[in-house]
């Protein structure tokens, strides 16, 4: 005996033949799209764009195109019908039906359509010329392609899309992430109005959505403008930092001018290259009686900017007055060992004093050490 299945199976469901899903799009759309006059609103143009979207196969959208250019740039159209469709906005096909049937755009729009018809130009003479066939992604080429991508998923309700993901998978160019963002906070706005219900217009324009629809193209707007954001903000932080250019010798010296010689002490100054690659630098003022020790700091040696000794350690360095010890201060800074060098100080009792880091021509350059 046969077991009983325990799955209830469905019913079928008789299959709607294409002619009665022809009928039903037309009830539930409308025979045409709404005509389109210079003051129409971003809501009549989305209502418009919804309708082609929805009864227009890509096809027919591209023939749109070629009608228009066939009737109104015959140069164009025969360019145009060899190149690959994947250059062609199909949103921008629509505007062309509209404007076959007499229709007037906007002329946000109209500047819009006349700028692709100018790429597609572009495109063909680059052909042409090379005779390679240009691969490079339309997305690539100006961020009102990637607005129409978008638009596509907007009007198609795959709320599910991400746009960050797109973004990621499709290397887009952070200088576009303005143009879209700023184009769908101009949506964001109207939706914003709809679900708080603040404008009867905009309202009324809404109107054929139900409410959870609405609230779903909302929180879509909303959400691509955080992702296309975040995009951005990821984008800035790959980028790398500037390589520093690395100064020649001769232009970072260029303003150090130490007194060559003092005479009465019979002290000479060292090579100012050296302090480039020095970790301490003994240097003394004949004007002031001043002797200076400067410590590079940790994991740097020293260096100069215009007139100044650079990453010195403040800690470590020291400059003290050594009047009339100044024979004996230098004589052990030229001739003795590390140890008698860090305690030259010893020999004064004075205070030490703010170092002075400024080399001039009262300052002679009296050792340095590269350990």
């Not at 007499?102 to 946000?108: D, L, S, V």
């Not at 992604?137 to 899309?161: R, W």
């Not at 404008?199 to 109107?207: L, T």
């Amino acid at each position: 005996m046969a077991k009983m299945s325990l799955i209830k199976r469905k019913k079928k469901v008789g299959r709607t033949s294409r002619i009665q899903e022809s009928i039903m799009d037309r009830k539930s759309m409308g025979a045409e799209a709404i005509e389109i006059n210079p003051d129409s609103s971003n809501v009549h143009l989305m209502l418009a764009y919804n309708w082609y979207n929805y009864m227009v196969d890509p096809k027919t959208a591209i023939n749109y195109l070629f009608d228009y250019l066939e009737l109104n740039d015959k140069k164009l159209y025969k360019h145009v019908i060899n190149i690959d469709e994947k250059h062609i906005n199909r949103t921008l096909c629509y505007v062309a039906n509209m404007m076959n049937k007499g229709q007037t755009m906007p002329k946000r729009i109209a500047d819009k359509f006349e700028n692709h018809l100018i790429e597609l130009s572009k495109i063909v003479k680059r052909n042409v010329k090379s005779n390679k066939v240009d691969d490079t992604p339309f997305k690539e080429n100006k961020a009102d392609f990637v607005i129409a991508d978008f638009e596509d998923e907007f009007d198609s309700k795959n709320f599910e899309f991400s746009a960050y993901e797109y973004m990621n998978s499709n290397t887009i160019p952070k200088a576009h992430c303005s143009t879209v963002v700023e184009h769908y906070q101009r949506l964001a706005a109207e939706l914003e109005m709809v679900v708080k219900k603040t404008d009867k217009d905009v309202m009324e324009a809404y109107s054929i959505y139900s409410r959870k629809e609405i609230i779903n193209m909302y929180n879509f707007v909303n959400t691509l403008i955080a992702d296309v954001n975040r995009y951005e903000s990821n984008k800035k932080k790959e980028r790398k930092p500037r390589a520093k250019k690395t100064k020649a010798p001769s232009d970072l010296l260029k303003f150090i001018e130490p007194c060559k010689e003092d005479s009465n002490l019979k002290i000479v100054s060292i090579n100012p290259e050296n302090i480039l690659t020095a970790k301490s630098l003994f240097a003394y003022n004949v004007k002031y009686g001043t002797l200076v020790h400067f410590v590079a700091e940790e994991d740097k040696t020293l260096s100069v900017y215009r007139t100044a000794i650079i990453n010195f350690d403040a800690k470590l360095s020291k400059a003290k007055k050594v009047g009339r010890k100044a024979k004996e201060a230098i004589e052990i800074v030229l001739n003795g060992n590390k140890t008698q060098r860090n305690k030259v100080f010893d020999l004064v009792n004075t205070n030490e004093i703010e170092i002075p880091n400024r080399i001039n021509g009262n300052v002679v350059l009296l050792a340095s050490s590269n350990k």
